[in-house]
């Protein structure tokens, strides 16, 4: 049984959100008036999970907390489900210099030493690394392992987590032992910290959306599956899209075109279609130009009340102009911070400039995903984009507080972008994720219980967010027991097996190395196939299906 609590007060909270959040820079993080480190590239997608993630849908099975904190003046933090033995999640205010953080990078070791039991990360829902791994092994290659994210394989299935009536989220927290004979070690587990927002509802329902579309139209977008999806994209979507919604498209090759200026649907389908059409690929990349016209397209366009949000549809492959990125984030991040403004990176293409799209959504407090043919583009425009315009939570973040009674260590599977200081996770001025209806984020642990102690609480799990219209901040959280832990990965619920499964093929794709080393209990790659072909099998799981062909393809090619 996975059991829940209720948080507790946190006097240092004061329910405003007065000032600037802290603009974030890859590799560092910043403390207001002292030495703070600052989160690398957190964030998502601003007033909506907007968009598209597999982990979208989904039905009731988990069980989540009933726990609910809502913020005003007097805070709250996520309590301990096992009297005063649960460690709580971090106070604002620092916890000791010689105290590393799990996940903080160590030549030594990459797994969190005792008295560190916090691990704070802010929410993703990315799926863009998943989507291009399948499409490079499609092509009879395997991945460059700088491309995989194990976070985003884990967050492209759908999970069962029940889900909350309003915006927020239910926190469900299970796990269960991995096979001891392929570790040096036993006690080993996984245990699943599954999040989940309401599901999106009627269209009519969210508020209307002012989307920038930025479209690449350079020589390389001239391969099939790029520029024609981008065309086939955008008309789907000026069908799916409200009356009262707007468009605006920019186009860019060796310089930046606004061809269409914020337009509402009402009345104007015709002319949005017509402009769409006009789409042809033409010399070479100057994505910084793409990306400053965009932005100044959308502050032109900007509309109060709605969604606003510029939608790069790119290979990423900068060739001319500024192709500096820190300059590109520099834009983004300003136009974030001054008008709230959003960026959805939708990458296409065999050769795809990866790394700089999920800098670039990630600055721009977006997200990612990667589209590789129609019938995802389809699935994308037409049904996900316009349902998920809606937002349910800004800045949210997570913070997993381990028994140490319990607990000898831990690691965090991915997430390595998404990194917040533990002490960070209450200071609402450091960024966190946008998410919106409809989507789940889950991360996996690799987790070792203390020999001897096999019964007692493990873990307590803390989403902390701020209301989409008041900017209050609220929590919930929920928890886990070591005696609830299950027997095998492979003989319990779906949700948990499919999210190994994803994580163990990740992290055999990555290179062996100090900080990828492969988790416990990992299977080769002909035994995970056969693994993930069983899991379709019992579950009619297509997506499921899909991955167990991605695997016996690595495998192949290995």
């Known amino acids: 049984m996975k059991r829940t609590t209720d948080p507790t007060p946190d006097p240092t909270t004061d329910g405003t959100t007065g000032g600037t959040r802290a603009p974030r820079r890859q590799g560092a993080r910043t403390r207001r008036g002292a030495r703070r480190l600052r989160t690398a590239l957190v964030a998502l997608t601003a007033a909506s999970g907007l ?6 849908g989904g039905g009731h099975g988990g069980k989540a907390s009933d726990s609910s904190y809502e913020g005003g003046p007097g805070g709250g933090t996520g309590g301990g489900g096992n ?12 916890r000791g210099a010689d105290r590393q953080r799990e996940g903080e990078q160590d030549d030594r070791r990459d797994i969190a030493p005792d008295p560190g039991h916090l691990s704070t990360f802010a929410l993703d829902v990315d799926t863009a690394s998943y989507g291009y791994a399948r499409r490079t092994l499609s092509e009879g290659r395997l991945p460059d392992p700088s491309t995989i994210r194990p976070e985003e394989f884990v967050n492209s299935f759908r999970q069962d987590y029940e889900r909350p009536d309003g915006d927020g989220f239910t926190v469900t927290v299970e796990g269960a032992r991995v096979d001891g004979d392929r570790t040096d070690e036993d006690d080993w587990s996984l245990v699943r910290v599954g999040l989940a927002t309401r599901s999106a509802g009627p269209e ?9 579309f930025v479209v690449d139209v350079s020589g390389s977008m001239a391969e099939p599956g790029r520029l024609d999806l981008a065309r086939e994209s955008l008309a789907a979507l000026t069908d799916r899209l409200r009356d009262e919604d707007s468009m ?5 090759s060796d310089e930046a075109e606004t061809v269409l200026p914020m337009t509402r649907l009402d009345g104007n389908r015709n002319e949005i279609r017509e402009a769409v059409d006009t789409l042809e690929p033409a010399r070479s990349t100057d994505l910084g130009a793409g990306v400053e016209t965009g932005y100044e397209t959308a502050v032109e366009g900007l509309r109060e009340g709605a969604t606003n949000r510029v939608v790069l549809i790119s290979d990423a492959l900068a060739n001319t102009g500024d192709t500096d990125a820190d300059t590109l984030l520099e834009r983004i991040g300003e136009s974030r911070r001054e008008h709230g403004i959003t960026l959805f990176g939708v990458g296409v293409g065999s050769d795809y400039g990866d790394a700089l ?8 407090d977006g997200h990612t995903v990667y589209v590789s043919d129609e019938e995802e583009a389809r699935e994308v425009f037409g049904e996900q984009l316009p349902r998920n315009v809606d937002l349910t939570a800004r800045d949210a973040k997570a913070q ?19 990194r917040v200081a533990d002490e960070d996770f209450r200071d609402d001025d ?25 019964d007692g609480h493990l873990a307590t799990a803390t989403v902390r967010w701020l209301d989409p219209r008041s900017r209050a901040p609220r929590e919930k959280s929920g928890s886990l027991e070591a005696e609830d832990l299950g027997d095998s990965v492979w ?8 999210a190994a499964t994803a994580a163990y093929f990740a992290d055999a794709l990555r290179p062996d190395g100090r900080r990828h080393r492969a988790l416990p209990g990992a299977p080769g790659l002909g035994e995970l196939a056969d693994r993930a072909a069983g899991l379709a099998d019992r579950t009619g799981d297509r997506d499921v299906r899909d991955l167990a062909e991605a695997i016996r393809t690595a495998d192949h090619l290995s």
């Open 400 to 418: 997993v507080a381990f028994d140490p009674a319990t607990v000898a260590e831990f690691r965090l599977v991915g997430y390595e972008n998404r």
């Open 430 to 454: 450091v960024d966190g994720g946008e998410v919106g209806p409809g989507h789940t984020v889950t991360a996996l642990y690799a987790v070792r219980t203390r020999s001897g102690a096999p």
């Open 204 to 212: 009519g329902d969210r508020p209307p959306a002012a989307l920038t």
């Open 83 to 94: 009297g005063d033995t649960a460690p709580l999640p971090a106070p604002d205010g620092t």
């Open 357 to 364: 799209m999920e800098r670039l959504a990630d600055e721009g």
């Open 491 to 498: 003989n319990g619920g779906r949700g948990l097996a499919v």
């Open 248 to 252: 605006a498209l920019v186009t860019f």
């Open 51 to 56: 968009l598209l993630t597999a982990c979208n």
